[in-house]
Every structure is written in C-alpha cells, then in structure tokens.
C-alpha cells in the first residue's frame, strides 16, 4: 500500500519512474559561450594575479575573474554571489575544487567593472569579501575539511586555523611572486577527508590519547559488538564489569594497540576521542598531484605536534608562514615544494629552516637500498651540520668527546687523496695507518667507519684472512662490478 499511496503502480510499473536520481548533467549548467566553444579553446593566459583569460578558436574570448571564498558559509553569502552573477554573468558562476568562486565574462568593459564591484564589497571588520587572486605561482585557497563545526572526530578545528593561516599568507594569495604553485590543505583528523597526503603544505588534526570510556552510559547508548567491530587495530575489546551493583557489557581500550583514528566514537557516542591537552596539529609538506618536472608524490610529516591555540592558531601559523618563506628564497623557478627538497635533501630542508628533526620524522624513501642506502631512519647531515653538532658535544662534554662520523671519513678520505698525489706512495694501506692517523678513536669504531665507506662505495679492500688493506676506489684498479674480487 505504501508504493501505491506514493505513485507506483504495480500493473504498470515504468510509468511515471524516476531513472536518475543524481545530479543533472554538468553541461547544462554552461554559458553559452563555453557550450559553444567546448573542446575547442586555442590557449589561455594570466592578465593578472586572479584573471584569466581564455580564446577559442572563433576568436571568442572569456575573461574569467577568481576570488577567494570561505567554504562554509552563510546562505545570505550565497545569495549575493548569485546576484553578482546574474548582474554581470548572465546567472553563471563557478566553484574551483579549492573553494574559489570563478565569475567569467566576455568583454573587457564588463571584467572592469566586475573587478571594481567585487573590490567594493567587505565585511563589517574591513576584510574583503572577494579578495581576487588565486593563479600561477602562488598560494591558492585552502582545501578544508569540517573541523569543530560539524565533524565528531575532529583533533583540531578548520576554520579557525585556514583563516588565520591564509590572513598571514594574504599578500600571496594576490601576487605570483612564488617559484611556483603552494597548495595548502588541512585535515582536522588522520581520517583526512582533506587533501593533505598530497599538498605543498598539509595540516592534519592528530588525537594523542585513546577514547575515554564512558562506561555507565556505553551500555545504554551502544551496540558493544558494533564498537568492538568498529575498530580496525583489535585495540576495543568487549569487557563485562559491575557499576553501582550491577554487571554491565562495556568495553575497554588496549592503549598500546590505539590509533586514535575515532571509529569507535563513529559507533559509539559513549567513547569520545576529542581531548583538549592531547589534540593538535602535524604539518607535512612535499605532496603534489602534478607531473610537472617530476611525478606525483605523497607529503611528509615535518612537524609531528604543534598544540591546538584558537583562535589564531599562532604557532601553527608562523610555521607555515615560515616554511614559504624559506622555499621563496631558495627554491628555484617552477619548482615545487617537493621538487624543492628532493633536489637539495630532506637535511637541508631542515637546517634551512630551522624545524628540529626527531625520532618521529623518517628518511626519504628513494629508489632502492642498494643503491643509496637510505631506507633507514636515519637522516645524514651536511658536513657543516655535523662539524656544528661535533663542536657543540665537545663544549659540553669535553675534548675526549669522539668526533662526528662524517668528519672522521672526511678525514680519511683527505688521508688517502693526499697518499693518491704522491706518485711515490703506495695505494693501498694497512688498517694500523688508520689508528695513527685517528689516534683518539678506537679501534673498532674505525674498523666501522671502514667498513661504512666500503658499503658506500667510496673504499674498496683486499683480505688475506689476518690483514686487510683499503685504498680509495678511483685509485684502486678495481673492476667496478666486484670491487673486492679478490677478498677471502
């Protein structure tokens, strides 16, 4: 009776049916001179930071005006941008994938006086409501997720810190000064409905701490058996337990197992996640979907924790204010964030910018083993870094402090160049003209050292069983297929 009452009739049951019930398609929605010049544009070209200007093979032009928008906002908001859509666009307007709006016209005495309206319009407090920019080589909008407005597994919110964020990289939103694009995302959790796994710059919400369990009120509200299936590392487990007399199904948390990913609050209101001490923020850079120069690649943690700071998010901001600043500087033109670091090294990043490097950020994962021996998590610092670090433990721990191990094979290798010039000296040496020449170190420390420089590379060495000699491999005459062929 219930389809019946609705329209359905079972005797004819097409009539009336509904095939699709999705969105119309996208091409009714098209001005008129996109529908007529599709798949037919010649070129297009920057006039300026925030317009565009695109001409077809008709010789038609359109000159498209982007500004930045919020991404969550009011209805009152969107009615005024269909205003200045139906006053100057004939009704048309578009959003970007990065929350830009697009308002796109055909001559240049209507793109003047789109660009002197919309410059027009601000805010009570003075900001502009569409601030132009957004093109070439700059800071576009952010992508966003739901942050505490909406989201309940939320580590940190989204509007408060891409408004502050974006308030302190305003100048670059409408100028293309950068060396190239800088894409920012936010996530406000590690579910990251947000695209910060392959942005210039990310910024993902984090939880430090497992659910609390609310156990007096988890058996009222929640399907024990739900929550525990809930969880994708085994770490919720259904436990019973007696509360004021009473022996109740619950459930408890395996700490060491949690990843704080919030699926079991997604089931059960009972185990909150969200903790005002232990959620905030981790800042990636590196990721990218464009192939240009180089092909896609994934962001990297460069800050693991910054604390949650509304509502201007002050350290967060600075950091990432910092990190585009020190790309500005030295990156080179067209190259991206990631390009940028792949080409001077994870450590130079870091010295550059003065992030300090922990236990919690991993090498670079490039080509294989063999040929780098990178996949480890150890990262190698310039030989500046390592002479500062070797100085610094010296004024603290006294001369007796072993030097860095770069410098030590800087050391050695000077050693044997200088032997290597001397036509009259031997190439190969004896492992007892390393203990003199590091008379401070110990033996089995320069016996790894050695052996480091072999796996590099850079030496090779021959062993009769009681005595090994190494020499440089330029110098040694070695095939290069098998450079100790004739070792033991």
């Not at 091409?27 to 070129?43: A, Q």
């Not at 800071?139 to 505490?148: A, D, E, K």
């Not at 962001?299 to 924790?305: A, G, H, K, N």
């Not at 603290?396 to 200088?418: A, C, M, N, P, V």
Request: net charge negative; with cysteine.
């Amino acid at each position: 009776m219930a389809f019946i009452s609705s329209g359905y009739d079972p005797a004819n049951p097409m009539k009336n049916r509904i095939s699709d019930i999705g969105p119309r398609r996208y091409d009714e929605f098209f001005p008129d001179v996109i529908r007529k010049n599709f798949g037919k544009w010649m070129y297009h070209e920057i006039l300026e930071p925030g317009v565009l200007m695109h001409e077809a093979e008709s010789g038609d032009r359109v000159y498209t005006v982007r500004c930045g928008t919020t991404r969550l906002m009011s209805v009152s908001m969107i009615r005024e941008i269909c205003d200045i859509a139906d006053a100057y666009c004939g009704g048309h307007v578009r959003w970007t994938t990065r929350n830009n709006l697009e308002f796109m016209v055909t001559d240049l005495e209507t793109l003047d006086a789109l660009k002197a309206d919309l410059a027009q319009r601000k805010f009570p407090g003075g900001s502009f409501k569409f601030p132009i920019g957004g093109t070439g080589a700059c800071v576009s909008n952010m992508v966003h997720t739901q942050g505490w407005v909406h989201c309940h597994t939320t580590a940190t919110d989204a509007s408060g810190p891409v408004k502050s964020v974006m308030d302190a990289l305003y100048a670059e939103f409408g100028s293309m000064r950068l060396p190239a694009p800088v894409r920012i995302s936010l996530a406000c959790c590690i579910n990251m409905c947000g695209a910060v796994h392959c942005s210039d710059i990310g910024i993902v919400g984090i939880h430090r701490k497992p659910p609390l369990v609310d156990a007096d009120r988890l058996h009222q509200v929640c399907e024990v058996p739900l929550a525990v299936a809930a969880c994708p590392t085994g770490a919720v487990k259904a436990v019973k337990k007696e509360i004021n007399g009473r022996q109740i199904s619950t459930v408890e948390i395996d700490k060491e197992r949690c990843m704080y990913c919030g699926n079991c609050y997604t089931m059960c209101p009972a185990l909150p996640v969200a903790d005002g001490e232990g959620d905030g923020v981790a800042v990636m850079i590196g990721g990218k979907i464009s192939n240009r120069i180089s092909e896609p690649k994934f962001s990297r943690i460069v800050v693991p924790y910054i604390p949650n700071e509304p509502p201007r998010w002050k350290t967060l901001t600075d950091t990432v204010v910092h990190i585009v600043q020190v790309y500005a500087e030295h990156a080179e033109k067209y190259e991206r964030i990631g390009d940028w670091v792949d080409r001077i090294g994870w450590e130079s990043f870091f010295e550059l910018t003065g992030l300090p490097f922990t236990h919690h950020l991993i090498d670079d994962f490039k080509e294989s083993a063999g040929e780098t021996w990178r996949h480890s998590t150890h990262f190698r610092f310039t030989e500046d870094a390592e002479n500062a670090v070797a100085h610094a433990l010296r004024n603290t721990q006294g001369e007796g402090q072993q030097h860095s191990s770069l410098e030590l094979k800087t050391r050695i290798l000077d050693f044997l160049r200088e032997k290597k010039a001397s036509r009259t000296a031997k190439t190969r040496h004896y492992f007892r003209e390393f203990q003199d020449l590091l008379p401070d170190e110990d033996a089995r420390h320069i016996k790894t050292l050695l052996t480091e420089m072999v796996q590099e590379g850079t030496l090779v060495y021959w062993s009769s069983g009681s005595t090994t000699l190494y020499a440089l491999r330029e110098a040694s005459g070695q095939d290069e297929e098998n450079p100790s062929s004739d070792a033991r």
